[in-house]
C-alpha cells in the first residue's frame, strides 16, 4: 500500500511540473501577445496620424491647383485682349507705304525740294510709334503664353502629387484594416486560451482540472 501511495504521489509531482510548466507557457503566451497588441495600437495610431497629415497635404495641394487653375483663366484672358489689340493695330504694311508716300520726289519750281514741317513728319512718327506698339504688344504676347504653358506644366505636377498622395492614404487605410484585423484574431486566440484566471492559491484538484480537462 506505501508502494502505491509513493508511486501516486512521485505520479501527482511530475503532474504538477507539467502544470507549471504549462501556466509558464500560457502567461508567456498571454505576455507576448498583449506586447504584440500594443505595438499593433501605437502602429495604428501612427497611421492614423500620417493619413491624417496627408489628408491635409491633399486638400492643401487641391486649393493650390484650384488658385493656379484661375490664374491659367486669368493669363489666357489676357492673352486674348492682347491678341484682340493686335488684329485692331495698324500692320507694319501700312508702316511701309507712309513711308513711301513721303519719301516721292516733290520738286518746286525752282527745282528744289521743299522742307517737311514737323506736320508733314507726324504721320510717319504715328506710324513708328505703332509699328514699336506692335512689336511690344508681341513680345508680351509671348511672355503671357510661356508663363501659361509653364502653368499648365505646375498643374500637371501638382495633380500627379495629388494622386501618389491619395494611393499612399489608400494604402494606410488597408494597413489599418489588416492591423485591425490580425489585432482581433489574436486577442479571441488569447481569450479562448485563457477563459478564466486561476487563483494565486489553488487546489491541486482546480490545477489539474485546468490542465488536463
Known amino acids: 500500500?506505501?508502494?502505491?501511495?509513493?508511486?501516486?504521489?512521485?505520479?501527482?509531482?511530475?503532474?504538477?511540473?507539467?502544470?507549471?510548466?504549462?501556466?509558464?507557457?500560457?502567461?508567456?503566451?498571454?505576455?507576448?501577445?498583449?506586447r504584440e497588441i500594443q505595438n499593433l495600437r501605437r502602429k495604428k495610431k501612427a497611421a492614423q496620424e500620417r493619413m491624417n497629415r496627408l489628408e491635409r497635404t491633399s486638400e492643401m495641394q487641391k486649393i493650390m491647383l484650384e488658385k493656379r487653375r484661375k490664374k491659367v483663366l486669368q493669363t489666357n484672358?489676357?492673352?486674348?485682349?492682347?491678341?484682340?489689340?493686335?488684329?485692331?493695330?495698324?500692320?507694319?504694311?501700312?508702316?511701309?507705304?507712309?513711308?513711301?508716300?513721303?519719301?516721292?520726289?516733290?520738286?518746286?519750281?525752282?527745282?528744289k525740294e521743299p522742307r517737311r514741317s514737323s506736320d508733314d513728319l507726324s504721320p510717319i512718327y504715328d506710324e513708328v510709334f505703332a509699328s514699336e506698339r506692335i512689336n511690344s504688344t508681341c513680345e508680351i504676347g509671348n511672355e503671357l503664353r510661356g508663363y501659361a504653358q509653364a502653368l499648365d506644366d505646375k498643374i500637371e505636377i501638382i495633380t500627379?502629387?495629388?494622386?501618389?498622395?491619395?494611393?499612399e492614404i489608400h494604402s494606410l487605410q488597408?494597413?489599418?484594416?489588416?492591423?485591425?484585423?490580425?489585432?482581433?484574431?489574436?486577442?479571441?486566440?488569447?481569450?479562448?486560451?485563457?477563459?478564466?484566471?486561476?487563483?494565486e492559491v489553488a487546489s491541486h484538484e482546480a490545477l489539474y482540472d485546468y490542465v488536463f480537462r
Open 1 to 34: 500500500m506505501l508502494k502505491n501511495m509513493r508511486a501516486q504521489i512521485e505520479q501527482l509531482k511530475s503532474e504538477k511540473s507539467r502544470m507549471i510548466k504549462r501556466m509558464n507557457d500560457v502567461r508567456e503566451m498571454t505576455e507576448r501577445n498583449q
Open 174 to 199: 488597408s494597413s489599418i484594416a489588416a492591423d485591425q484585423e490580425e489585432n482581433y484574431i489574436k486577442t479571441d486566440k488569447a481569450e479562448k486560451k485563457l477563459p478564466f484566471i486561476l487563483p
Open 160 to 167: 500627379s502629387e495629388i494622386a501618389c498622395i491619395n494611393a
Open 77 to 111: 484672358e489676357k492673352l486674348k485682349s492682347v491678341m484682340a489689340l493686335l488684329k485692331r493695330t495698324t500692320t507694319p504694311k501700312l508702316i511701309a507705304k507712309a513711308f513711301r508716300d513721303h519719301s516721292a520726289p516733290n520738286n518746286c519750281e525752282d527745282g
